[in-house]
C-alpha cells in the first residue's frame, strides 16, 4: 500500500505529459491552427472542417490527448483512493468528479465536433463530454485541495481548480456576447490547461515529495 501514492503520481504525471505532446504535437501538422483563436476539439475532427482545414494527426489528438489521458487520470484516481483507509464523502467525492473528468474526456476523444456530428445531431453528445471533461476535472481538483494538509499545495490546487471554472464560465459569456473579451481557444484552454497543470503538480508531489494525497481532512 505504501507504494500506491507513488503510482498514483506517476500516472498522472504521465497523463499531463501525455496530453500536452498530443496537442503539441496535432497542432504543429494542422496548417494555420492558433492556440489562442481555434479550438482543442479541432485538433481532434479526422475529416476536413467547412472553413477547408484539416487536422492530419486527429487519431493522435483523439487517443493520446482526449482518451489515453484520461484514462491514466481515472487509474490514478483509483489507485490514491486504495490507498487511504479510512475513506470518508470528501475522498469519495473526489473519486465520483474524477470518472466524470474521465468519461467526459473519453466522450470528446470518441465523438467529435464537426459539420457531420452537427448535420447527423449527434454534437451536443461532445459538447455533453466537453463539459463533464472540464467541470469534473477542476471540480476534483478543488476537492483535492480540501483533503491535502495546508500548504503550497493545497493552495496551487484550489486555485488552479476555480480558475479553471472561472474560466469555462467567461468563455460561456463570450460565446453568447456580441463582442468577445478574449479570443476563445484562448478561454477553453484556461479551463482545460487548469486539470492538466493539476496532473503534472500532483504527479510530481506525490513522486518526490512526502505529502500524500486524501491523506488529510484538513
Known sequence: MTKRPQLAGTLWLLAGLLYLTSEAIAASAFAGYSYAKDYISDLGVPYTLADGTVSPLAWLMNFGGFILDALLY???????VSARRPRHRAVMAFLVLA?????GSILVGTVHSGPRE????THHIHVIGAAMAIIGGN???????????????RRTSLTLGLFGLASL?????????????????LLERGSVYTITGWEILTGLTL??????????RG
Open 74 to 80: 481515472g487509474a490514478a484516481a483509483v489507485v490514491a
Open 99 to 103: 470518472m466524470i473528468h474521465t468519461a
Open 118 to 121: 452537427i448535420a447527423a445531431g
Open 139 to 153: 471540480a476534483a481538483s478543488i476537492v483535492a485541495s480540501r483533503l491535502a494538509a495546508p500548504g503550497a499545495y
Open 169 to 185: 464560465v467567461t468563455l460561456e459569456i463570450n460565446r453568447l456576447s456580441g463582442t468577445p473579451i478574449l479570443p476563445e481557444g
Open 207 to 216: 513522486l518526490f515529495t512526502k505529502r500524500r494525497l486524501l491523506e488529510s
